[in-house]
């Protein structure tokens, strides 16, 4: 484990980033996977194959020469259709804020979120940036069956569920991406580093989606993608 700092930090996540690329563009024999988290990066390696000693020199090395150059990020605006079945939480949560259910969605809608990591689950993407005043506990028991593309929010943290399965995390609303699609050249959605925008859309348009979706369109893509 190499780790650049105690707290979430953008510019620690950054370094995450950075080494985990150099270990991508300039592989190791021996290294198997590299890992990015918030604030570290976990290196994989076949003991057999390479020594812990001989790996550390070189991570040593390249944490001297790597580079915060300005990382052109993926920038994508996720559909979600708020509330329903499956954003349960949004009035409840809204009420609890001194907010209307229009002003919350408004505020999480109009916020840019980073994706610091994928983890937990294939694919499954946790966003920071959340607006202050949308922080919020997990819940006390978790619930058994929430959806893939559930839309939460935990602690200061936002999430985009990528499977189906159980979670304490809060739920606004649902997008019909998929964030895991094993049938995809790139099954994952989204990787560190990316920035997120939530559109709202109403039920019927996210439900066309799917359809789409689900028929082999390759709708999900980040701005500026042909």
Do not use: C
Request: without cysteine.
């Amino acid at each position: 484990m190499v780790e650049f700092s105690e707290e979430v930090d953008a510019t620690a996540n950054d370094h995450v980033i950075a080494l985990g690329a150099s270990f991508q563009a300039m592989p190791v024999s021996g290294v198997t996977e590299v890992v990015p988290t918030y604030r570290s990066l976990q290196i994989l390696y076949d003991p057999t194959r390479l020594r812990g000693l001989v790996l550390e020199g070189e991570v040593l090395a390249r944490l001297t020469s790597i580079e915060l150059a300005e990382r052109p990020a993926r920038r994508w605006r996720v559909p979600v259709a708020y509330g329903g079945e499956i954003g349960q939480d949004l009035e409840e949560l809204a009420e609890t804020k001194g907010m209307t259910t229009a002003e919350l969605i408004m505020l999480h809608s109009s916020a840019e979120y980073r994706v610091y990591m994928i983890g937990f689950a294939p694919g499954f993407a946790y966003l920071g940036g959340v607006p202050r005043a949308l922080h919020t506990p997990r819940l006390p028991q978790p619930r058994q069956a929430i959806p893939a593309g559930a839309i939460g929010l935990g602690g200061q943290q936002a999430s985009i569920n990528s499977v189906p399965g159980p979670s304490g995390w809060r739920f606004l609303g649902w997008t019909p991406w998929r964030a895991f699609d094993p049938n995809r050249p790139r099954p994952f959605l989204f990787e560190a580093g990316d920035r997120v925008q939530f559109t709202p859309v109403s039920i019927e348009e996210a439900q066309e989606m799917a359809g789409r979706i689900a028929a082999g369109e390759d709708i999900a893509r980040p701005d500026d993608t042909p």
